[in-house]
């Protein structure tokens, strides 16, 4: 069904500085008809819901308008970056799309831009820059600080625009943004949507009497202003100022804006928490009739009615158009989860980029070397490639897999974040929206807990709810037998895998880590590569430009046999073989040994073919039994197979404890050759 045509009203979604002039009345006409347009489409949105015609819930942004409308139409929608939050229904109106889009995604139906998978505003246009929210607040802004810093790399004069309310102004995302882009001197307009609640929180149960959020913002080096939203053409001048200071300069701003909440929080919020007075105190305040007073004084009351009535009309077309769109269907849906395999990337066939295209030598290198020359050919060879992370500068890193890089590529292509690791992954997800394609290095795995809405909420979602992709590497430095107790030592595959959307290799030897961060470079979905820290200088090997790279997305067949099969990964597979070569020299026992390599996706079919030939299953891995990812290894390969087993499988894993520090309680704690002889032993018996 085709969409209704625009009104001449809203034809341009632009306002210039200029058309804010003291006198003329076509910007803030223009600025009058999508506020009004907004209001009456949030308004209507309600009604539907309560008719049951929308599912859910509603979150309104009546109040709202006259910041967004003003700011949205200010901004250079070309280069600019945004990502609204729930209140800005206005904004999206005015950024992309057809406003049928935008009543399709309420709906959830087939023609929702999220194809029927996330909700109500949940959405935005990744093609132009408005970056879909998720529901953790502050967790975004970090996002258009990638993103706009990979326009500005590009060559984009951009401003980036981060909304976050009085409540979420609380919350530690929003402080490490605005570190973070103070620190790299981004041009950021941060605006604080202050409502004076968060949800049914009064700000003065937030905050200490008297707290003037925008000075906040003097701690990070960042100028900042209030300013009260009652007065559009006032707020219209402010916002055009700022939005050029920010271009200008190229340094962030942060705009305190009081706005506010007409509706409560969202359809079901009664509202029976205000004090007596305060919600007619807010509706005296609207700046919706005060600019159609202000107009109707310069144009005639008579012009703005039929304004009015024109955009009312055109709403109830896109409803009816939206009401007829079909329900979505499943289809699809597991197919969408991740990006599609790209083609290989022209990668120069050799080890070494400074090197000829002829094939050399293979050079013996420790799994930290293979690294570093990998990630060496990545930037050498990709422009769009970034490595970042904490101390990985001049330090080379916690474990020195990054020495030199920082020398040898400059600071714009290698450099230091902050100990904040939920922002710097955020803004890394921006960039990677953008084009660019970062490598984050976390000093060691377990900080990653610290930016797990990012990578698994955020990042591996992204393709699913919006069809973007989101090329980026997460290095996970992890694993024990170091005695760094239990904050440095964690094996997080079974935690972070289990959340759909990211992808996991994790190589056993130097070659397989220079093949599994090429593979994992060029895919088109947040990539995590688990490194042992155990390995990293566990002996040097042959390392060779391997054309066939790409077959570290499946296991490696590591030692024939035809009494169990054995599935393991990491450093697990050392202590495998050596077990392996125990049992055949003396027991003639042999065991079909395989390194996973790839954890997500899984695959499994030369493993259950081995099973099917054995009968019997061994998985060994270092994380913990309980919750383990060797429950899954076992589920996935004897539910097909039950039936040719030979024996109960047998599980070998680390104690479920946390990892203690002692060597000698460490040494307990993890499985070794002598554990997993004694463990197959009792079993085989």
């Known amino acids: 069904m085709a969409f209704p045509s625009l009104p001449p ?15 003329g009345a076509d910007g803030l006409l223009r600025i009058y008809a999508w506020m009004q347009f907004a209001r009456t489409a949030d308004n209507r949105i309600l009604d539907l819901f309560r008719q049951g015609l929308i599912k859910g ?24 970056v945004v990502s609204f939050s729930h209140r800005g229904l206005g904004g999206h109106l005015v ?42 607040l502050g967790a975004m802004l970090s996002n258009v600080a990638g993103a706009t810093d990979s326009q500005r790399r590009l060559g984009r004069p951009a401003v980036g625009f981060g909304f976050f309310g009085d409540g979420s102004s609380s919350t530690g995302d929003v402080h490490e943004t605005l570190n973070l882009a103070s620190l790299l001197s981004l041009p950021i307009l941060f605006v604080i949507e202050n409502n004076a609640y968060a949800y049914s929180t009064p700000t003065c149960e937030q905050f200490a009497a008297g707290t003037e959020l925008w000075k906040r913002a003097a701690g990070y080096g960042i100028e900042a202003f209030a300013l009260d939203c009652g007065d559009t ?51 005296a305040r609207d700046s919706l009739p005060r600019l159609r007073a202000t107009l109707a004084g310069r144009l005639g009351a008579v012009r703005l009615d039929a304004v009015d009535a024109e955009l009312a009309a055109f709403l109830e077309a896109c409803v009816s158009v939206s009401l007829a769109t079909p329900r979505p269907t499943p289809a699809g849906m597991a197919a969408d989860v991740f990006a599609p395999v790209p083609p290989p990337l022209p990668w120069v066939p050799s080890l070494r980029s400074d090197r000829s295209a002829a094939p050399a030598a293979p050079e013996n290198l420790t799994a930290a070397q293979a690294l570093n020359v990998g990630l060496r050919k990545i930037l050498a060879e990709r422009p769009e490639s970034l490595v970042l992370g904490q101390d990985i500068g001049t330090y080379g890193g916690a474990f020195k897999v990054t020495e030199h890089l920082l020398r040898d590529f400059g600071r714009p292509r290698v450099f230091n974040t902050p100990l904040a690791e939920s922002a710097c992954t955020g803004y890394a997800i921006g960039l990677a929206l953008n084009g660019h394609r970062p490598i984050e290095e976390f000093q060691f ?42 904050f440095h030592s964690q094996e997080l595959e079974s935690f972070l895998l289990s959340m759909p959307g990211l992808k996991g290799l994790y190589p056993s030897t130097p070659q397989d880590a220079f093949n599994a961060l090429l593979a994992a470079y060029e895919d088109d979905n947040p990539v995590i590569l688990f490194e042992h820290k155990a390995l990293y200088r566990r002996g040097r090997a042959p390392v060779a430009w391997d054309p066939d790279y790409r077959s570290v997305w499946q296991p490696r067949h590591v030692r024939r046999g035809d009494f169990a099969t054995l599935v393991t990964y990491g450093e697990m597979v050392h202590v495998a073989t050596e077990a392996a070569a125990y049992f055949e020299s003396e027991y003639e026992t042999a065991f079909d040994v395989f390194d996973l390599r790839a954890l997500a996706p899984l695959r499994l079919d030369a493993i259950r073919a081995s099973l099917a030939r054995t009968g019997r299953l061994v998985v060994l891995h270092e994380g913990r039994r309980t919750h383990g990812f060797g429950a899954e290894l076992v589920a996935r390969l004897t539910e097909e197979n039950f039936a040719a087993l030979k024996a109960a499988p047998l599980r070998i894993a680390s104690l479920d404890l946390p990892v203690p520090f002692a060597p000698e309680l460490e040494a307990a704690f993890r499985p070794d050759r002598e554990k997993v002889i004694e463990a197959v032993s009792a079993w085989m018996g």
């Open 9 to 23: 009203v809203l034809a341009v979604r632009d306002v210039r500085p200029a058309e804010l002039d003291a006198g």
């Open 445 to 486: 795995a377990d900080f990653a807990t610290e930016a797990a809405t990012q990578i698994t909420l955020n990042a591996a979602t992204m393709r699913f709810r919006s069809g973007a992709a989101c090329p980026l590497v997460f290095r996970l430095p992890c694993g024990g037998g170091l005695t760094f107790g239990s």
């Open 95 to 136: 950024w992309s799309g057809h406003p049928c889009d935008h009543l399709n995604q309420y709906f959830a139906n087939a023609g929702s831009p999220t194809r029927a998978r996330e909700g109500n505003i949940h959405h935005g246009d990744p093609a132009a820059r408005s970056l879909p929210m998720i529901s953790h």
């Open 233 to 283: 053409a006032h707020v219209a001048r402010t916002l055009a100022a700022a939005i050029e200071k920010v271009r200008t300069t190229g340094r962030p701003l942060l705009i305190e804006a009081h706005t506010l909440r007409l509706r409560g929080h969202a359809a079901y919020d009664t509202g029976d928490y205000l004090r007596p007075g305060e919600a007619e105190g807010f509706f």
């Open 57 to 80: 819930t509603v979150t309104g942004g009546q109040g709202n308008e006259g910041l967004i409308v003003p700011l949205a139409l200010l901004a250079d929608k070309a280069v600019d």
